[in-house]
């Protein structure tokens, strides 16, 4: 194969249904969901020369190559960072495809993040804190009661309320809305089930003054996979391909995912979502305005008013007005999350939102936004920009 | 000390090759952080070299133990592993620079504000170990109350 450059589409997207109780192994979710992928796609699974996963992923590369039959694998990788790791699986397809290394490249992610084990409890074991998950420093926190996502997110949360005058009832307004946007979207486990803000209100404490339970993203079983080509070849594949405008990641010096608190800067900023989107508005010379839905890694209620304002939606401080405003709601301004997101339909550690954004992008959402021209996907620490190829 | 005072029940903190000089300082009740030997810089988390001037050379040195509080939350649900009752967690920023987690105690979570100026004091845990916490500064004509894991 020459290596020349070519532009990457997403071809095929897969999914298994999204559960508390998957009642079969991680390995089995991952072969399912991949297969749907490239069947989505019309792609033959032997044909994939790819592959990528989140260094998180219990399941094993080699076991799934294994299970769907490929015949001659070019290229492996993993990222690392939790879910921030969810658009940079797209980022990365995107290259290996654009230098010509690959042509079929599959990402899944696996979990039975409900049934098997769960994200949501205090963790002591040593063995989560190994280096290459890009998390180390949670060690930092245990000792001192801080050992689940809502407490490492909620000690820079906690600034950004006090920065800007906000409270746990303006969070709840985005919990509402992706409520609203799950109960018409058959695969939300909340379909059908919307909440008021007094819902919300109402909703235990998680972490005092931030997190309710209704501003937390689910714990679920399922499976998610993504088939990425050439733009090119997805042009002559069963679905109409969704072009990679752009896409890229940043980490800036001294930050990580969740435990982000070693950076110089304000506790309330997220300087990796603001790196992020300056490095991808420069790299596709587009702009927020250009947006026509997004989709925003939303493992809790206060990184939707980050993202909105790392991107350039609002400024910064504006989030909460935005949205209580109903600009996400699915005729505001930039509609959000329209699947309910990882709040409201399923945590798949932010790869369900990828598979959303593909479906806006083609047309097929369940809570579909008229017209979409470009898409926005963040997952944090990475961003893409999509459109109908 | 209160002869009838509980078991410690706080997690001991998670040793590496990197943090154990921390954390077996803290248990000598030392509150310290690696330094520079050739630039002179305090980093934090400990890490092998120097980011300004890529020395490997470290010292470690006690701090003044002094900071104040930039965020600060209560964990409610579910229940941390180690408390019988909620604590209250914040970020520290130390005199010296440096950010660091930690728990506020001695004084009520309504009643704690942003920058309000802490100390370090010293709860045990488990393993017989002790972390680094932190308590509102107290004026220097105060005599200091002992620590304990709940004051």
Known sequence: MSRQFKEAAIAGIGQTEFSKSSGRSEQQLAAECSLAACQDAGVDPKDIDGMITFTLDNTDDIHLARCLGVENLAYTTRIPGGGAAAVATIYQAMAMVNAGLCENVLIWRAMNERSQYRFGQPISMESAFAPGSGTGSLSWCMPFGAQTPASWESLNAQRYMQKYGVTNEDFGYVSVQQRKYASTNPNAWFYEKPITLEDHQNSKWIIEPVLRMFDCCQESDGGVALLITSLERARDLKQPPVHIVGACQSIPNEVEVISNYYHGGDLADMPEAYATAKRLWAQTGMKPADMDVAMLYDAFTPQIFKQLEAFGFVKPGEASDFVKDGQIDIDGQIPVNTNGGLIAEAYIHGMNSVTEMVRQVRGTAANQVADVQHALISSGMAGAVLARG | ?151
């Open chain 2, 1 to 151: 000390m209160n002869e009838t005072a509980k078991e410690p029940t706080q997690l001991a903190p998670i040793l590496t090759l990197e943090s154990k000089f921390f954390w077996d300082a803290a248990t000598k009740e030392q509150f310290v952080c690696e330094k520079c030997s050739d630039c002179g810089q305090f980093r934090f988390p400990p890490r092998p070299m120097c980011p300004h001037c890529h020395s490997v050379k470290r010292d470690i040195v006690e701090l003044s133990g002094k900071g104040k509080v930039l965020s600060w939350i209560k964990p409610v649900h579910p229940k941390p592993i180690g408390f019988d009752e909620p604590p209250t967690v914040g970020v520290i920023e130390t005199d010296e620079g440096f950010r660091i987690v930690s728990n506020i105690i001695d004084i009520a979570y309504e009643d704690i504000t942003f920058e309000m100026p802490v100390e370090v004091a010293f709860a045990p845990t488990v393993k017989n170990k002790k972390v680094p916490v932190f308590r509102p500064l107290s004026n220097e004509n105060d005599s200091l109350s002992p620590v304990g894991g709940e004051g």
